[in-house]
Nanobody, 124 residues
Framework: VQLQASGGGLVQEGGSLRLSCAAS????????VAWFRQAPGKERELVAH????????YYVDSVKGRFTISRDSSKNAVYLQMTSLKPEDTATYYC??????????????????WGKGTLVTVSS
């Protein structure tokens, strides 16, 4: 499975962006997918996670109500709709695919495949 993240850019505070994670490989649907982000000088952190069935999603508290993760199996893609963006959302965002258990969604070692990051910059 190969992943490619896109959709980042520069946006003003309060604006919106939609990140896309395009996957190659038929096995993509068998993996859960997460978006992580890493700001300069900070550790990488989990942002959102969606399970294979798309029925279960998870969000870190700081993005709840503002970000929505979704997946389109027909297109082998996962999306992260980001609204009400804040300067503290500025980071490089990565998509990753794996099979982590619930308690390990944020453990990056549980993800087998990673896309190259896409930079999101939110100006105040």
């Amino acid at each position: 499975v190969q992943l490619q993240a896109s959709g980042g850019g520069l946006v003003q505070e309060g604006g919106s962006l939609r990140l896309s994670c395009a996957a190659s490989g038929r096995a993509f649907s068998t993996y859960s997918v997460a978006w992580f982000r890493q700001a300069p000088g900070k550790e990488r952190e989990l942002v959102a996670h969606i399970r294979q069935s798309s029925s279960t999603t998870y969000y870190v508290d700081s993005v709840k109500g503002r970000f929505t993760i979704s997946r389109d199996s027909s297109k082998n893609a996962v999306y992260l709709q980001m609204t009400s963006l804040k300067p503290e959302d500025t980071a490089t965002y990565y998509c990753a695919a794996g099979r982590p258990i619930y308690s390990a969604y944020g453990d990056s070692s549980m993800y087998y495949y990673w896309g190259k990051g896409t930079l999101v910059t939110v100006s105040s």
